[in-house]
């Protein structure tokens, strides 16, 4: 009997071999490199912009395959860190088997690995983002017995030439449908390449945002990830903006995840959905309620949430997007179904499973149950996000609200049920704590918290420091106040347009 999760697996690898991803080794990718006629190995790891960075290993005999996949290879860690001095930058990157891929663009046969990094001494680098992400899980895990699943919403817009034919209007394409939906091509393209990288994709749509202009029109869409662990959830968003960018440029057109491109039009945000585990079991409702563990995880989000804008929201442009009157949040709240909120509660399927059955009268078959399907939403961190710190400081919360004397009290007193935007709900709104209004002073918050961060050596300083620095380096403080045309917000627009 074929196992159920490897039946219609897009992973050629996975299909190859019967076998899921992590059950991969050194020798079941060897054969399939020499069944399959793989001629290079390409190693991937995330850089300090964040962005995947590809060394491409040459197969010359099964000799030089096993070296590579034995030891890994060298690096200039200065080059790819601005942290790391250029006096002691060797670095090692070295393979996890499990996220190995059949590489879907290359003409030539490749397969594409995921990389982690390693000191002169052997030993994980502390302040590497993929390192820094494991540390913050197992301390998590180690202190609590709870596990974290997670899934991101990746918006972006794609750019291109003005197509008369079945015009787009500002602010309507939720969901539309081609061909007013013009990138839905696009859009499928990557979303089967993504599969076939090892993504696990929930579903991809037209997005509200659609911005027309004189000479170029921009639409905005959605995919959406399914709970995968904590780690392999950072590795997919990596590699989803890699084959976005990749597809995009094929099709002669430009992808931007830039938190904001126009004034007045939806940005693009990068939600974060949390699911908690205990023993494989979710931790988040029981009894249709929410758990006291659902609550303290809030109230750890909720207590960092300024803090964590210095991860999940890098450049100036994202502080054009987290501002009033706009569905992303400026308060810090929570609340059920409520999208001015910074933590949303969405539907979760409970007591919601006969839905199917009533749309289809003469259905008798039993349905699975999936109440156990809900999550928390981050709603603040937008496409410039550093996807691995970002979990990784989701992860710190997470624990620092399990630990938090008063972290009930405190969901108490942040809850909302309204929308605080609105004129009559202005009093809510004043009792809120506020998330920063600049890069600059996302960093200070970041300095403020950073005894929390680097709590048994999750986050190193050097690490703190350097982003902190990095994150002053916009020279944003006062930025909002300070632009007062189209045009000033139009260049530090296309300053950052690539960020992400």
Not at 4 to 30: C, S, W, Y
Not at 204 to 222: F, K, L, R, T, W
């Given at each position: 009997?074929?196992?159920?999760?490897?039946?219609?697996?897009?992973?050629?690898?996975?299909?190859?071999?019967?076998?899921?991803?992590?059950?991969?080794?050194?020798?079941?990718?060897?054969?399939?490199?020499?069944?399959?006629?793989?001629?290079?190995?390409?190693?991937?790891?995330v850089?300090?912009?964040?962005?995947?960075?590809?060394?491409?290993?040459?197969?010359?005999?099964?000799?030089?395959?096993?070296?590579?996949?034995?030891?890994?290879?060298?690096?200039?860690?200065?080059?790819?860190?601005?942290?790391?001095?250029?006096?002691?930058?060797?670095?090692?990157?070295?393979?996890?088997?499990?996220?190995?891929?059949f590489?879907?663009?290359?003409?030539?046969?490749?397969?594409?690995?995921?990389?982690?990094?390693?000191?002169?001494?052997?030993?994980?680098?502390?302040?590497?983002?993929?390192?820094?992400?494991?540390?913050?899980?197992?301390?998590?895990?180690q202190?609590?017995?709870?596990?974290?699943?997670?899934?991101?919403?990746?918006?972006?817009?794609?750019?291109?030439?003005?197509?008369?034919?079945?015009?787009?209007e500002?602010q309507?394409?939720?969901?539309?449908?081609?061909?007013?939906?013009?990138?839905?091509?696009?859009?499928?393209?990557?979303?089967t390449?993504?599969?076939?990288?090892?993504?696990?994709?929930?579903?991809?749509?037209?997005?509200?945002?659609?911005?027309?202009?004189?000479?170029?029109?921009?639409?905005?869409?959605?995919?959406?990830?399914?709970?995968?662990?904590?780690e392999?959830?950072?590795?997919?968003?990596?590699?989803?903006?890699?084959?976005?960018?990749?597809?995009?440029?094929?099709?002669?057109?430009?992808?931007?995840?830039?938190?904001?491109?126009?004034?007045?039009?939806?940005?693009?945000?990068?939600?974060?959905?949390?699911?908690?585990?205990?023993?494989?079991?979710?931790?988040?409702?029981?009894?249709?309620?929410?758990?006291?563990?659902?609550?303290?995880?809030?109230?750890?989000?909720?207590?960092?949430?300024p803090?964590?804008?210095a991860?999940?929201?890098?450049?100036?442009?994202?502080?054009?997007?987290?501002?009033p009157?706009?569905?992303?949040?400026?308060?810090?709240?929570?609340?059920e179904?409520?999208?001015?909120?910074?933590?949303?509660?969405?539907?979760?399927?409970?007591?919601?499973?006969?839905?199917?059955?009533?749309?289809?009268?003469?259905?008798?078959?039993?349905?699975?149950?999936?109440?156990q399907?809900?999550?928390?939403?981050?709603?603040?961190?937008?496409?410039?996000?550093?996807?691995?710190?970002?979990?990784?400081?989701?992860?710190?919360?997470?624990?620092?609200?399990?630990?938090?004397?008063?972290?009930?009290?405190?969901?108490?007193?942040?809850?909302?049920?309204?929308?605080?935007?609105?004129?009559?709900?202005?009093g809510?709104?004043?009792?809120l704590?506020?998330?920063?209004?600049s890069?600059?002073?996302?960093?200070?918050?970041?300095?403020?918290?950073?005894?929390?961060?680097?709590r048994?050596?999750?986050?190193?300083?050097?690490?703190?420091?350097?982003?902190?620095?990095?994150?002053?380096?916009?020279?944003?403080?006062?930025?909002?106040?300070?632009?007062?045309?189209e045009?000033?917000?139009r260049?530090?627009?296309?300053?950052?347009?690539?960020?992400?």
């Amino acid at each position: 009997m074929v196992d159920p999760h490897i039946a219609m697996h897009p992973n050629k690898i996975v299909e190859f071999l019967g076998r899921l991803p992590q059950d991969f080794t050194k020798e079941h990718l060897i054969s399939f490199i020499e069944k399959n006629d793989i001629r290079f190995v390409n190693f991937r790891y995330v850089g300090g912009d964040g962005r995947l960075k590809t060394l491409n290993c040459g197969i010359n005999s099964r000799f030089q395959l096993d070296r590579f996949l034995s030891s890994g290879e060298r690096v200039d860690g200065s080059s790819l860190f601005s942290y790391i001095d250029s006096g002691s930058g060797d670095l090692y990157v070295v393979p996890r088997f499990r996220t190995a891929f059949f590489n879907p663009f290359t003409e030539v046969p490749t397969v594409d690995i995921l990389c982690s990094f390693y000191t002169v001494e052997g030993v994980p680098l502390p302040s590497s983002f993929e390192n820094v992400l494991q540390r913050a899980h197992e301390a998590l895990q180690q202190s609590t017995g709870l596990k974290l699943k997670a899934m991101g919403e990746l918006e972006y817009y794609i750019m291109r030439g003005i197509d008369p034919l079945y015009p787009a209007e500002p602010q309507k394409g939720y969901h539309e449908s081609f061909p007013f939906s013009k990138g839905e091509a696009l859009r499928l393209e990557a979303l089967t390449a993504m599969a076939q990288a090892g993504c696990r994709i929930k579903y991809g749509h037209a997005e509200v945002g659609y911005i027309p202009g004189e000479d170029c029109e921009m639409e905005q869409d959605e995919i959406e990830f399914l709970p995968v662990a904590l780690e392999d959830a950072a590795d997919q968003i990596v590699i989803a903006r890699w084959v976005l960018r990749t597809v995009a440029y094929r099709h002669g057109v430009t992808v931007s995840f830039a938190p904001k491109i126009q004034v007045g039009h939806a940005g693009n945000g990068l939600h974060i959905h949390t699911e908690v585990l205990r023993e494989g079991r979710n931790m988040l409702v029981e009894a249709d309620q929410l758990t006291d563990t659902a609550r303290r995880v809030i109230a750890g989000y909720l207590s960092l949430a300024p803090s964590l804008t210095a991860f999940g929201n890098t450049v100036p442009i994202s502080y054009l997007r987290l501002s009033p009157h706009q569905e992303a949040p400026t308060n810090v709240c929570w609340g059920e179904q409520n999208r001015s909120a910074l933590i949303r509660i969405p539907l979760g399927w409970l007591g919601a499973n006969d839905m199917v059955k009533d749309a289809n009268p003469i259905e008798t078959g039993d349905f699975p149950d999936f109440s156990q399907s809900q999550t928390l939403e981050f709603r603040s961190p937008d496409g410039s996000a550093n996807i691995h710190l970002l979990l990784a400081g989701l992860a710190v919360a997470a624990r620092h609200g399990m630990q938090l004397p008063d972290a009930l009290e405190l969901a108490d007193k942040l809850h909302v049920g309204v929308n605080i935007f609105s004129a009559q709900d202005e009093g809510i709104r004043e009792r809120l704590p506020t998330l920063p209004g600049s890069c600059w002073e996302s960093a200070d918050l970041l300095l403020k918290d950073r005894a929390i961060y680097e709590r048994d050596s999750v986050f190193s300083p050097v690490l703190i420091d350097g982003f902190a620095e990095q994150l002053r380096s916009h020279n944003d403080r006062g930025l909002g106040g300070q632009l007062r045309t189209e045009e000033e917000i139009r260049q530090l627009v296309n300053r950052y347009i690539h960020c992400g």
